[in-house]
């Protein structure tokens, strides 16, 4: 069975840092992309960022050159560095598998703000 468990969120002034992570059960890192998604208050879920099996990484524009996603396979944990946060970087980010999302954890809250 399938679950992803996000973590590492919480508040953090404009320009500061904070590192996710995701350890996901049930999926082959090896053989499956990993994405993190966010949603913002009132918004939509968006695209934030994938993964490959193979390393590849690729980024919404609105974080490109900010966010650095990376994995762990031996742990089955996928991380999303974020620097430069800006207030509209404020959402709960979640993981899923890349493709068809499955089912969906609980999230990490990320509040940007002074």
């Known amino acids: 069975q399938v679950q992803f468990a996000e973590s590492g969120g919480g508040l953090v002034q404009p320009g500061g840092s904070l590192r996710l992570s995701c350890a996901a059960s049930?999926?082959?890192?090896?053989?499956?992309?990993m994405d993190w998604y966010r949603q913002a208050p009132g918004k939509q879920r968006e695209w934030v960022a994938r993964?490959?099996?193979?390393?590849?990484?690729n980024y919404a524009d609105s974080v490109k050159g900010r966010f650095t996603i990376s994995k762990d396979n031996a742990k089955n944990t996928v991380y999303l560095q974020m620097n430069s946060l800006k207030p509209e970087d404020t959402a709960v980010y979640y993981c899923?598998?890349?493709?068809?999302?499955?089912?969906w954890g609980q999230g990490t809250q990320v509040t940007v703000s002074s």
């Open positions: 899923n598998r890349g493709g068809v999302p499955l089912r």
């Open positions: 049930g999926i082959n890192f090896n053989i499956y992309a």
């Open positions: 993964i490959t099996s193979g390393g590849n990484t």
